[in-house]
Nanobody, 125 residues
């Protein structure tokens, strides 16, 4: 089991930056895939960034590539999402997620079984 708790959401203006944090606890491994998703009402949850806890492989959706950066702090067991040059279309509930750590699938193909409660990000024009 992996427990995840997001923080850092809020209301910001377009063009500014915001950093989300996810506190990770429980049983996870270097092969555990960790990711950030977002969801807008009426739409499917979208995978936007991911990494494996134990290496430097990352994944970014085209919609955020070059603007968002996913990172981890092994000492603090936290996952972060640095979001720069925010746009109104980035408005969503952002979720932290983790898979079961089998490490056999790519980040964009694995099944994420553990989820945080979500944090709202609202970007005003």
């Amino acid at each position: 089991q992996v427990q995840l708790e997001e923080s850092g959401g809020g209301l910001v203006q377009a063009g500014t930056s915001l950093t989300l944090s996810c506190k990770v606890s429980g049983r996870f491994y270097s092969t555990t895939g960790m990711a950030w998703f977002r969801q807008v009402p009426g739409k499917e949850r979208e995978l936007i960034a991911g990494l494996y806890w134990g290496d430097d492989i990352t994944y970014y959706a085209d919609s955020v590539k070059g603007r968002f950066t996913i990172s981890r702090d092994n000492a603090k067991n936290t996952l972060a999402l640095q979001m720069n040059t925010l746009r109104p279309e980035d408005t969503a509930v952002y979720y932290c997620a983790a898979d079961k750590g089998f490490g056999v699938r790519r980040l964009e193909e694995t099944t994420y079984d553990y989820w945080g409660q979500g944090t709202q990000v609202t970007v005003s024009p």
